[in-house]
Nanobody
Framework: QVQLVESGGGLVQAGGSLRLSCAAS????????MGWYRQAPGKQRELVAV???????NYLDSVKGRFTISRDNAKNTVYLQMNSLKPEDTAVYYC???????????WGQGTQVTVSS
């Protein structure tokens, strides 16, 4: 059974930093593309950052230069380091795992990030 457990969310002032973690179990982590999505109230869920099997990365334009996604295959964990946070980064952040062979995807339960101005 696939489990994705996010942690690290919270309340931070604008300009601050947070590090999100997503621990995966029940999957062959190294063959998965891992991503972070977010959903703010009244808005659609959007892709924030993704890291592929070969550590290639891609970012939402508005977070480039501020957020860094990384993965540790030995720990089955993906991270999202978020610096210079802005109030518009406030959202529930979700971990996503896509099997690169079957294309099945799984989701975590989400973690709230709130940035105060």
């Amino acid at each position: 059974q696939v489990q994705l457990v996010e942690s690290g969310g919270g309340l931070v002032q604008a300009g601050g930093s947070l590090r999100l973690s997503c621990a995966a179990s029940g999957i062959s982590f190294s063959i998965y593309t891992m991503g972070w999505y977010r959903q703010a109230p009244g808005k659609q869920r959007e892709l924030v950052a993704v890291v592929g099997r070969s550590d290639s990365t891609n970012y939402l334009d508005s977070v480039k230069g501020r957020f860094t996604i990384s993965r540790d295959n030995a720990k089955n964990t993906v991270y999202l380091q978020m610096n210079s946070l802005k109030p518009e980064d406030t959202a529930v952040y979700y971990c996503n795992a896509v099997n690169s062979i079957t294309r099945r995807d799984d989701w975590g339960q989400g973690t709230q990030v709130t940035v105060s101005s």
